[in-house]
């Protein structure tokens, strides 16, 4: 079973930059689909990016679209934000499905996914 850990989290004022890194241990992510989602208080979690076991296909929720990049290897997820709002205020997860290697799908519901981090929390002040 892969254990995920996120870094990266921080304060930055609106318009500014952040880089979340989710890495595996235990084994490698190469059999597996991975996302991100974050969670607001007092709201529900929410999907963020997705990206495929190959790292071929990935999807993004609306609201991060041109501003928010996901991309991995073969131990470490990223997730490159720019344009920083206050909205973007939460707690951002790191999630993991196994997949069949000739899976090329990434998922968008957190009911799809198996594995989670502790997260990691990004705060944008305006």
């Known amino acids: 079973q892969v254990q995920l850990v996120e870094s990266g989290g921080g304060l930055v004022q609106a318009g500014g930059s952040l880089r979340l890194s989710c890495a595996a241990s235990?084994?490698?992510?190469?059999?597996?689909?991975m996302g991100w989602f974050r969670q607001a208080p007092g709201k529900e979690r929410k999907f963020v990016a997705g990206?495929?076991?190959?790292?071929?296909n990935f999807g993004y929720a609306d609201s991060v679209k041109g501003r928010f990049t996901i991309s991995r290897d073969s131990n470490t997820m990223y997730l490159q934000m720019h344009s920083l709002m206050p909205e973007d205020t939460a707690i951002y997860y790191c999630?993991?499905?196994?997949?069949?290697?000739?899976?090329?799908?990434?998922?968008?519901?957190?009911?799809?996914?198996?594995?989670w981090g502790q997260g990691t929390q990004v705060t944008v002040s305006s």
């Open positions: 999630t993991a499905r196994s997949v069949a290697t000739t899976n090329f799908d990434f998922y968008d519901t957190a009911s799809s996914y198996f594995t």
């Open positions: 235990g084994r490698t992510f190469t059999t597996y689909a």
């Open positions: 990206i495929s076991r190959s790292g071929s």
